[in-house]
Nanobody, 123 residues
Framework: LQLVESGGGRVNPGGSLRLSCAASEGSLDRYAIGWFRQAPGKEREAIACFSSTDGSPNTADSMKDRISFSRDNGKSTVFLQINGLKPEDTGVYYC?????????????????WGQGTQVTVST
């Protein structure tokens, strides 16, 4: 499985972005998905981790009220909507996947990673 992120860019504080994570082939329907961020000079951190059924996401407190997660109808792409962006949200955003046929995988530990998309929040 290969993952490709897109949708990053430069945005003003308070703005929104919708990041996409597409599977190179097949569906992400049975995959648990995680979104991560690596700010400049910092370690990569988990933003939100979802099971394959998208139930009860494990979400970072700093992002909890500002993000929403969705999948497209064909299940080959997943999305992360981030609202109310702040300068401290600047970083490279990654999606990751783990095969989750039971729908009960909530760990933020993944086998497949995308290459990342840069998000810069500044005036």
């Amino acid at each position: 499985l290969q993952l490709v992120e897109s949708g990053g860019g430069r945005v003003n504080p308070g703005g929104s972005l919708r990041l996409s994570c597409a599977a190179s082939e097949g569906s992400l329907d049975r995959y648990a998905i995680g979104w991560f961020r690596q700010a400049p000079g910092k370690e990569r951190e988990a933003i939100a981790c979802f099971s394959s059924t998208d139930g009860s996401p494990n979400t970072a407190d700093s992002m909890k009220d500002r993000i929403s997660f969705s999948r497209d109808n064909g299940k080959s792409t997943v999305f992360l909507q981030i609202n109310g962006l702040k300068p401290e949200d600047t970083g490279v955003y990654y999606c990751a996947a783990h095969y989750d046929y039971t729908g009960s995988y909530y760990l933020c530990d993944y086998d497949y990673w995308g290459q990342g998309t840069q998000v810069t929040v500044s005036t």
